[in-house]
């Protein structure tokens, strides 16, 4: 049901109500809907990206998990990495991430665990830790490990092919967390983008996302379309 008020610049902005009205045509009744869709399409695709980076994010830390044992002696890749891996890991990132878990681990009376630090990795973490040609270490992480967390990929995808889509959907993430009205970006491509690099994963891992996941049927009915 539409809420009883209308679409206003004093809730919204007028930059942005201005802009609703050019993509309707100055019809404020189809800006109040256009409004309404980019709502409910922004937590569709949360929603979506959510469910991806669960995907995503365990399938690498299996990985991680195993060439940090055979490495370093320890499966815990984010509290004891070898140092090779620190070499391709944002630092910074796992810093802020493992002093965030620590500090929940302790409001519970517990040691932090790598599941803990897992929790706080951002999405960003693991776009870029994907391979680079620019960054040597990154391309050998692939190769010897991360690889391997994609191991129902087409023979004719490429590492680059991995990571672009990964990116879409970094890209996707970060204009929603950013409230910026989705109308007019291609939700289906990094829909689709998001379901190949699952399937690449495996073919139930596309399933998962799929059944678990509404943006289709919220793409097909843009108003702006």
Request: aromatic share 8%; charged share 25%; net charge positive.
């Amino acid at each position: 049901m539409s809420p009883i008020e209308p679409v206003s610049s004093r809730f919204i902005g007028d930059p942005r109500l201005q802009r609703l009205l050019v993509d309707t045509g100055g019809d404020f009744s189809q800006a109040h809907k256009l409004f309404e869709w980019n709502v409910q399409a922004s937590g569709a695709a949360m929603e979506a990206i959510y469910v991806f980076e669960l995907i995503l994010r365990n399938a690498i830390d299996r990985e991680l998990r195993l060439w940090n044992e055979g490495m370093a002696g320890t499966p815990d890749w984010l509290l004891r990495p070898h140092p090779y891996l620190l070499r391709a890991l944002n630092q910074s990132e796992l810093l802020k991430a493992a002093t965030r878990a620590r500090r929940i681990a302790a409001e519970h009376g517990r040691a932090v665990n790598n599941d803990d630090v897992l929790a706080q990795m951002s999405l960003g973490a693991w776009r870029y830790i994907l391979p680079s040609k620019a960054i040597k270490s990154k391309q050998k992480l692939w190769e010897v490990a991360i690889k391997n967390a994609f191991p129902a990929w087409p023979g004719k995808w490429s590492a680059d092919s991995v990571v672009s889509r990964v990116a879409n959907v970094h890209g996707l993430r970060n204009r929603v967390a950013h409230l910026e009205p989705p109308h007019h970006y291609d939700l289906r491509k990094v829909r689709r983008d998001m379901r190949s690099v699952c399937h690449a994963i495996g073919p139930d891992a596309a399933r998962f996302f799929v059944q678990t996941e509404r943006l289709l049927p919220i793409i097909e009915s843009n108003p702006a379309s």
